[in-house]
């Protein structure tokens, strides 16, 4: 459910990259954007038919959350591998180096059990905080 309100200001026509553009915008309130900007897209490309010419861009905050997902999904494992070698390493055991870093992936449960029940949203920033805590746990072990 969404409210539209139609209200008179000045309209602005952009320029960029020699074709013009109408900025629209909202906010989204008491769900994730990435989930919220998704089910907008899917609705706008069923019920919307654009002329010849035309284009919709999403932009803004749901585009730099895709790309630091983007980020995430290359640098999280890339950094694990490096946390193994570093404990393999140091104990000079593929066993020992592996169950700690089992001990440390398991860790962020009870962050993530602690969002589901104040029903906080995980995004980028929390996720941030999680690889904080793995390193700072692989840190301690």
Do not use: H
């Amino acid at each position: 459910m969404c409210k539209i309100k139609e209200t008179d200001g000045a309209s602005e026509v952009y320029r960029e990259g020699n074709r013009r553009y109408v900025a629209i915008k909202y906010s989204v309130r008491g769900r994730d954007l990435g989930s919220t900007v998704e089910e907008a897209i899917k609705k706008v490309n069923e019920q919307v038919k654009l002329p010849t010419g035309y284009s919709l861009l999403w932009e803004g905050e749901y585009e730099s959350q895709k790309r630091a997902n983007q980020r995430l999904m290359i640098v999280l494992p890339i950094t694990i591998f490096i946390i193994f070698i570093i404990l393999y390493t140091m104990f000079g055991s593929f066993k020992w180096a592996t169950l700690i870093l089992v001990n440390i992936a398991i860790a962020p449960i009870g962050g993530l059990l602690a969002l589901f029940i104040s029903g906080t949203n995980f995004s980028v920033s929390s996720g941030v905080g999680f690889l904080a805590l793995l390193a700072c746990r692989c840190r301690r072990a």
